[in-house]
């Protein structure tokens, strides 16, 4: 196969989550002798960056040989080559191999090459919160739960839906902090959601609640490859992960329900138990 044909054919099993084992590394011990022969110039900024997140989404982006292979690549492209979409997804995979494989600094990819990479996924902040998203939080605000919507997590350059963490606190520019109404009463529900935010903060950076609509799933309700890879970025830096699926948000009828519901979702991180 040519480089597209390479990249391609990574890049399609990975978006299908089918990690291949045998397919990747015939793919990274074929790119791998190419960048040996001198001939790595033959992948392009497209091949490169579909190439490097195919591997960054199936979870093996972290042999040696490639990462060298791939940085090299990315680094003699340039920065200015790089499309806005080629740099989100090399900055993924730069973000597996930090977070995986507690990499020697040979297998670091150029720092301005990393900081334009993490830049662009900053700057990927979305348009607007559906109205799922704007539910939710409106029923945490309810709650008296302070958080922050499309927080950028520091790091990552990723945008969060939900965000509980002291950054919320800060004033961190780009977030919009709501939720702060202690002075209500607060309901045994209520409370229960506090104790668990207050006992989760204590062993986490924060807490993300990602609000995932119809897009984030296949056709039988799994979550897709590039959703769990985004999970499983924040979950390795420290941060404790909780989704809010559509099907079940949506056959929730009237606050008491969501209050609860959003409470023994908390308690999942917290670990405070959860009352029948």
Known sequence: LKPQGLANTAWAFATLGMPAPQLFDAI??????????????DFK????????????????????????AVNARAASIG????????????????LSVELEASPSAELLAPIELRDACRQAMADSKPAHSSRLHEDV????????IVHANELCVPRLGYHVD???????????????????????PLDEVAARAREAVRAAMAKY?????????????DDERRLRPASEMIRRHLTLAGWAVLGVPYWEWNALKGPARKADYLAKLLARAGSVPERS
């Open 28 to 41: 990274a011990r074929e790119a791998v002798a190419r960048a040996s022969e001198q001939c790595i110039g």
């Open 79 to 94: 920065i200015d080559a790089l499309s806005l979409v080629n740099r989100m997804q090399l900055h993924q995979f730069f």
């Open 45 to 68: 900024a497209q091949n490169v960056a579909n190439t490097a997140w195919a591997y960054a989404i199936v979870g093996v982006a972290t042999r040696g040989v490639l990462v060298k």
């Open 205 to 217: 950076a924060g807490i993300v609640i990602e609000v995932d609509g119809p897009t984030h799933y």
């Open 162 to 184: 939900i965000a509980i963490s002291p950054i919320v606190t800060t004033g961190m520019p780009g977030t919009a902090a709501v939720g702060d109404v202690s002075d209500q």
């Open 137 to 144: 939080s409106s029923e945490l605000t309810r709650m008296g």
